[in-house]
């Protein structure tokens, strides 16, 4: 039996809490928390579309219950095709996480794994994600390439 299940609505208190945990980590976080209320009904809301475009996959938390020990989420994206891409679907990994007490239990993998698959499965192609340091080990162990294009961003 797999430890690795996919996230439910009523998992999306601690889907936000991982996803802190993620952003926490990065040199440039912004630690506030205030948003997690506003997005709250739109995660749960996304996390009962089993046919959508985004989903997580969690492990549970072996000593606490109800709480998660991993996140894995990431979202479908259609781009017209292209030569090497006739379909046009990418997936994007944008959270990944590990509750700190269980780190380097495989936790991580298993839910890319699972991830992986789904992309898959919904005829992705390629898939993208943007890494910490911490976190390129794990991705280069799966497949993952550097791009030489830059990421350019406008916030809207």
């Known amino acids: 039996m797999s430890l690795v299940r996919r996230a439910v609505p009523e998992d999306a208190g601690e889907v936000l809490r991982l996803r802190q945990v993620m952003i926490d980590s990065m040199a440039t976080a912004d630690g506030s928390t205030d948003w997690h209320e506003r997005s709250l009904p739109t ?4 996390l009962a579309e089993p046919d959508g475009d985004f989903a997580a996959f969690v492990v549970d ?21 292209r030569a090497g891409s006739p379909l046009g ?6 959270s990944v996480a590990t509750d700190p007490g269980t780190r380097r239990r495989g936790y991580a993998r298993a839910c890319m794994d ?15 994600l943007t890494t910490s340091t911490q976190g390129a080990p794990l991705y280069t162990s799966l497949g993952f390439r550097p791009k ?9």
């Open 114 to 128: 699972a991830l992986l698959g789904w992309f898959r499965e919904r005829g992705a192609d390629r898939v993208q």
């Open 61 to 81: 938390h072996p000593e606490q219950p109800g709480a998660l020990a991993a996140l894995v989420a990431g979202t479908l994206d259609y781009r017209i095709g």
């Open 43 to 46: 995660l749960r809301a996304r």
């Open 89 to 94: 679907t990418v997936g994007y990994v944008f």
């Open 148 to 156: 030489p294009d830059p990421l350019l961003e406008l916030w809207l």
